[in-house]
Protein backbone atom coordinates (compact mmCIF):
# COMPACT_ATOMS: atom_id res chain seq x y z
CA UNK A 1 0.00 0.00 0.00
CA UNK A 2 1.20 3.65 -0.18
CA UNK A 3 1.48 6.30 2.41
CA UNK A 4 2.35 9.67 1.80
CA UNK A 5 4.32 8.82 -0.85
CA UNK A 6 5.93 5.96 0.10
CA UNK A 7 5.27 1.86 -0.42
CA UNK A 8 4.68 0.09 2.52
CA UNK A 9 4.22 -3.31 3.30
CA UNK A 10 1.07 -4.70 4.69
CA UNK A 11 0.81 -7.44 7.01
CA UNK A 12 -0.33 -9.82 4.12
CA UNK A 13 3.09 -9.64 2.61
CA UNK A 14 5.16 -11.05 5.50
CA UNK A 15 3.72 -14.35 4.84
CA UNK A 16 5.56 -14.65 1.11
CA UNK A 17 8.03 -12.41 2.54
CA UNK A 18 8.97 -15.37 4.99
CA UNK A 19 8.52 -18.07 2.40
CA UNK A 20 10.76 -16.42 -0.13
CA UNK A 21 13.59 -15.58 2.46
CA UNK A 22 13.15 -19.48 3.43
CA UNK A 23 13.64 -20.64 0.55
CA UNK A 24 16.36 -18.83 -0.74
CA UNK A 25 18.23 -20.10 2.62
CA UNK A 26 17.13 -23.57 1.87
CA UNK A 27 19.01 -23.22 -1.53
CA UNK A 28 22.06 -21.64 0.01
CA UNK A 29 21.83 -24.85 2.46
CA UNK A 30 21.77 -27.06 -0.16
CA UNK A 31 24.15 -25.76 -2.74
CA UNK A 32 26.56 -25.35 0.47
CA UNK A 33 25.91 -29.26 0.85
CA UNK A 34 26.86 -30.06 -2.93
CA UNK A 35 29.79 -28.21 -2.76
CA UNK A 36 30.52 -29.73 0.30
CA UNK A 37 30.92 -33.45 -0.93
CA UNK A 38 32.97 -32.58 -4.03
CA UNK A 39 35.73 -31.84 -1.32
CA UNK A 40 38.41 -34.88 -0.93
CA UNK A 41 40.19 -35.17 2.47
CA UNK A 42 43.27 -36.98 0.35
CA UNK A 43 45.28 -35.39 3.27
CA UNK A 44 46.60 -38.36 5.30
CA UNK A 45 48.98 -36.71 7.45
CA UNK A 46 47.65 -37.58 11.23
CA UNK A 47 47.53 -34.22 12.74
CA UNK A 48 46.40 -33.72 16.59
CA UNK A 49 45.25 -29.87 17.40
CA UNK A 50 46.07 -29.17 20.37
CA UNK A 51 45.28 -26.51 23.13
CA UNK A 52 46.79 -25.79 26.41
CA UNK A 53 44.33 -24.15 29.39
CA UNK A 54 42.52 -27.10 30.84
CA UNK A 55 44.45 -29.25 28.31
CA UNK A 56 48.00 -29.45 28.69
CA UNK A 57 47.55 -28.39 32.16
CA UNK A 58 44.44 -27.90 34.72
CA UNK A 59 44.19 -24.67 35.27
CA UNK A 60 43.81 -21.11 32.53
CA UNK A 61 46.62 -19.07 31.97
CA UNK A 62 47.43 -15.84 33.57
CA UNK A 63 50.07 -14.17 30.70
CA UNK A 64 52.44 -11.25 31.27
CA UNK A 65 51.88 -9.53 27.68
CA UNK A 66 55.36 -7.29 28.87
CA UNK A 67 57.51 -10.60 29.51
CA UNK A 68 55.23 -13.22 27.78
CA UNK A 69 55.48 -15.41 31.06
CA UNK A 70 52.60 -17.36 31.56
CA UNK A 71 51.38 -18.80 35.04
CA UNK A 72 47.84 -20.85 36.01
CA UNK A 73 45.07 -19.70 38.19
CA UNK A 74 45.05 -23.02 39.86
CA UNK A 75 48.65 -22.87 40.68
CA UNK A 76 49.54 -25.97 38.96
CA UNK A 77 52.60 -25.99 36.68
CA UNK A 78 52.10 -24.54 33.40
CA UNK A 79 51.77 -28.05 30.87
CA UNK A 80 52.30 -30.13 33.19
CA UNK A 81 50.76 -32.46 31.08
CA UNK A 82 53.39 -31.78 28.05
CA UNK A 83 55.72 -34.57 29.38
CA UNK A 84 53.10 -37.33 29.02
CA UNK A 85 52.10 -35.96 26.26
CA UNK A 86 55.17 -36.49 24.45
CA UNK A 87 56.04 -39.87 25.77
CA UNK A 88 52.62 -40.79 23.78
CA UNK A 89 53.83 -40.07 20.45
CA UNK A 90 57.08 -40.55 20.67
CA UNK A 91 56.50 -43.60 18.65
CA UNK A 92 55.07 -41.81 15.76
CA UNK A 93 57.07 -39.26 14.33
CA UNK A 94 54.67 -38.81 11.39
CA UNK A 95 52.00 -36.95 13.78
CA UNK A 96 52.18 -33.26 13.27
CA UNK A 97 50.80 -30.57 16.08
CA UNK A 98 48.31 -27.68 15.43
CA UNK A 99 47.85 -25.25 17.88
CA UNK A 100 44.47 -24.16 18.82
CA UNK A 101 45.19 -21.98 22.21
CA UNK A 102 44.08 -18.80 23.12
CA UNK A 103 47.40 -18.25 24.18
CA UNK A 104 47.83 -17.41 20.51
CA UNK A 105 45.09 -14.07 21.04
CA UNK A 106 47.65 -12.56 23.23
CA UNK A 107 51.38 -13.66 22.36
CA UNK A 108 52.95 -14.80 19.12
CA UNK A 109 53.35 -17.88 17.67
CA UNK A 110 56.84 -17.91 18.25
CA UNK A 111 56.45 -17.40 21.76
CA UNK A 112 53.69 -19.70 22.44
CA UNK A 113 55.65 -22.22 20.44
CA UNK A 114 58.65 -21.53 23.12
CA UNK A 115 56.60 -23.28 25.87
CA UNK A 116 56.38 -26.16 24.57
CA UNK A 117 59.53 -28.93 25.39
CA UNK A 118 61.41 -29.68 22.30
CA UNK A 119 59.25 -32.94 21.29
CA UNK A 120 56.26 -31.40 21.18
CA UNK A 121 57.45 -27.97 19.60
CA UNK A 122 59.12 -29.80 16.75
CA UNK A 123 56.06 -31.58 15.71
CA UNK A 124 54.02 -28.21 15.10
CA UNK A 125 53.01 -27.09 11.34
CA UNK A 126 50.80 -24.35 12.20
CA UNK A 127 47.91 -22.65 14.25
CA UNK A 128 44.25 -21.89 13.79
CA UNK A 129 45.06 -18.33 14.61
CA UNK A 130 43.86 -16.87 11.27
CA UNK A 131 40.39 -18.66 11.38
CA UNK A 132 37.36 -16.45 12.58
CA UNK A 133 33.90 -18.17 13.82
CA UNK A 134 30.91 -16.30 12.92
CA UNK A 135 28.57 -14.56 15.36
CA UNK A 136 26.53 -17.44 16.04
CA UNK A 137 29.28 -19.76 16.95
CA UNK A 138 30.74 -17.14 19.57
CA UNK A 139 27.26 -16.82 21.35
CA UNK A 140 26.59 -20.80 21.26
CA UNK A 141 30.01 -21.47 22.41
CA UNK A 142 30.70 -23.54 19.48
CA UNK A 143 33.16 -21.47 17.83
CA UNK A 144 36.68 -23.58 18.89
CA UNK A 145 34.62 -26.47 16.72
CA UNK A 146 33.82 -24.11 14.13
CA UNK A 147 37.38 -22.96 13.31
CA UNK A 148 38.64 -26.46 13.73
CA UNK A 149 36.43 -27.71 11.35
CA UNK A 150 36.90 -24.96 9.08
CA UNK A 151 41.15 -25.71 9.39
CA UNK A 152 39.92 -29.75 8.39
CA UNK A 153 38.14 -28.26 5.25
CA UNK A 154 40.84 -25.76 4.33
CA UNK A 155 43.87 -28.70 4.94
CA UNK A 156 41.62 -31.67 3.32
CA UNK A 157 42.89 -33.35 6.67
CA UNK A 158 41.64 -36.81 7.13
CA UNK A 159 43.27 -38.35 9.95
CA UNK A 160 43.00 -35.52 12.67
CA UNK A 161 41.54 -35.62 16.67
CA UNK A 162 41.05 -32.52 18.32
CA UNK A 163 42.04 -32.39 22.22
CA UNK A 164 40.08 -29.38 23.89
CA UNK A 165 38.04 -28.35 26.55
CA UNK A 166 35.66 -26.31 24.76
CA UNK A 167 34.70 -28.48 21.35
CA UNK A 168 31.17 -27.99 21.61
CA UNK A 169 28.73 -27.77 19.48
CA UNK A 170 29.57 -31.25 17.55
CA UNK A 171 25.89 -32.66 16.61
CA UNK A 172 24.97 -29.60 14.49
CA UNK A 173 28.52 -28.79 13.31
CA UNK A 174 28.67 -32.36 11.83
CA UNK A 175 27.37 -33.46 8.49
CA UNK A 176 27.06 -36.58 6.44
CA UNK A 177 30.51 -36.12 5.20
CA UNK A 178 32.26 -34.77 7.98
CA UNK A 179 31.00 -36.57 11.32
CA UNK A 180 32.70 -34.19 14.22
CA UNK A 181 32.02 -36.61 16.71
CA UNK A 182 35.05 -39.29 16.07
CA UNK A 183 37.36 -36.48 15.95
CA UNK A 184 36.65 -34.39 19.14
CA UNK A 185 37.99 -35.58 22.80
CA UNK A 186 35.93 -32.79 24.90
CA UNK A 187 38.23 -33.23 28.58
CA UNK A 188 37.24 -32.23 31.50
CA UNK A 189 39.29 -28.96 32.39
CA UNK A 190 39.62 -30.27 36.00
CA UNK A 191 42.42 -33.20 34.35
CA UNK A 192 42.88 -32.30 31.22
CA UNK A 193 44.55 -35.37 29.14
CA UNK A 194 45.84 -36.05 33.01
CA UNK A 195 42.70 -38.30 32.08
CA UNK A 196 42.96 -42.19 32.03
CA UNK A 197 40.26 -42.02 29.82
CA UNK A 198 41.47 -39.31 27.30
CA UNK A 199 44.63 -40.92 27.55
CA UNK A 200 43.25 -44.18 26.61
CA UNK A 201 41.32 -42.14 23.56
CA UNK A 202 44.65 -40.60 22.37
CA UNK A 203 46.26 -43.76 22.43
CA UNK A 204 43.33 -45.87 20.24
CA UNK A 205 43.74 -42.40 17.93
CA UNK A 206 47.51 -43.04 17.24
CA UNK A 207 47.30 -47.16 16.72
CA UNK A 208 44.52 -46.29 14.75
CA UNK A 209 46.35 -43.61 12.02
CA UNK A 210 49.88 -44.44 12.50
CA UNK A 211 51.41 -47.88 13.18
CA UNK A 212 54.25 -47.72 15.52
CA UNK A 213 58.11 -47.79 13.73
CA UNK A 214 58.78 -51.53 15.43
CA UNK A 215 54.81 -52.71 13.99
CA UNK A 216 55.83 -50.98 11.03
CA UNK A 217 59.03 -52.88 10.49
CA UNK A 218 57.02 -56.06 11.43
CA UNK A 219 54.79 -55.84 8.54
CA UNK A 220 56.76 -54.86 5.77
CA UNK A 221 59.58 -56.64 6.75
CA UNK A 222 63.64 -55.92 6.85
CA UNK A 223 64.07 -53.72 4.12
CA UNK A 224 66.36 -54.87 1.62
CA UNK A 225 69.97 -53.43 0.62
CA UNK A 226 69.89 -54.92 -2.95
Not at 10 to 35: H, I, N, T, W, Y
Not at 53 to 81: A, K, Q, W, Y
Not at 91 to 101: C, F, G, M, N, S
Request: hydrophobic share 35%.
Amino acid sequence: MRKGGVVTAGKRSSGPMKRSVALFSDCLFQRSRMESTLIDFDNTTPTLFLDFDGTLHRGRGLIDELTGGVSLDTGNPVLEFAPLLSELLAPYPAVEIVLTTSWLYTLSFEQVLSHLPPALAKRVVGSTRSYKARFGYLRDGSARTYIIRSYVFDKRLKNWLALDDSVYGAHHLSTDFLPLEPHLVLLDARQGIGSLKAQDRISRWLRTVHAPKDEQLEKDGPSSGD
